[in-house]
């Protein structure tokens, strides 16, 4: 930007024309000047050419009319001369004084004017870095509350997921409490089961034992029961061969009255072997059968455990 543009075209048009003006004045000045000066010149080179002719035609005789002319002719243009020049002298200084006082005037004017732009070039300069100064501290201050307001979501992000991971460890601890608490349960079914198992055998070595003994007992009354059948056979062979064909009658009623006969004795025992052998099949069936339902709980609980353990 040039520094002129700020001032108006009049001021700058009227300085131009005083400048011009100026250089006119001076220049008809030094034209008069010139002038003046060289017309006393002409008039000495003439004056000098016709005395030097007259002098070549004759020699030169000068008396004192000749001195008084050419003296007084001097004295009558020299006082004129000096008073047109003063008064051009006067006129032209005061026409300078005036041309400076305009242009001291018209340049303390373009100063003023020059002043007073660059004065409303800094106030438009001060102005715009004051309004980038706002708009920076606007922007900073937008920025800002953004960046709080980031800030505050993400802590509320934060603190909710805090939140849900406590809420998830309650559980989890939950949890870990509950499958404690049916670890020490099924160690305490485990306890039970082993307990129960230890009885059951007791009891089922027990049983083997009773059978064993019923075994034995029955195999005893067998072997008894064989021998007294073979030794009532015998006795029969015997009775009927020595006394011929028995009183059945009174024979059977007397020894059914004492005695049971040989068929119900025989009877009585089948009975009782027949009853041991039915309470040993009881027990062994009651025993199996409580082992079975033993099995069958202790399955059932391991399946709940391992159920709850997945959820």
Known sequence: MSLFSWLPSPDISEFLAAIALDKTVLRSFQKSEDSLSVAPRVQLALAQQQSSSSSSSSSLHFDKTDV???ASSRLHISPDLSAMFADFQVTLSEQLFEYQSNISSKLH???QNVRDSLSDQAAVFKSL????????????????IRFNEFRKHVLEQNASIFIGLADVRKEVDAVNAKVDIMAKR??????DAEATKEAHSHQLFE??????ENHAVIHAQLSELVDYIHRGRAEKKGESGSRGPPQTSNVQVGSAERTPSFEQRVKMAQQRIVQTVLNTDAANRESQEAAERDRERRRKEAQSLKRRRRD
């Open 68 to 70: 008084d002319a050419t």
């Open 186 to 191: 099924l160690n305490d079914f485990q306890k």
């Open 129 to 144: 870095s004051q309004e980038a100064r706002q708009e920076s501290r606007t922007l900073d201050d937008v920025q800002t």
């Open 109 to 111: 004017k373009i100063e």
């Open 207 to 212: 049983i083997q034992s009773q059978a064993q």
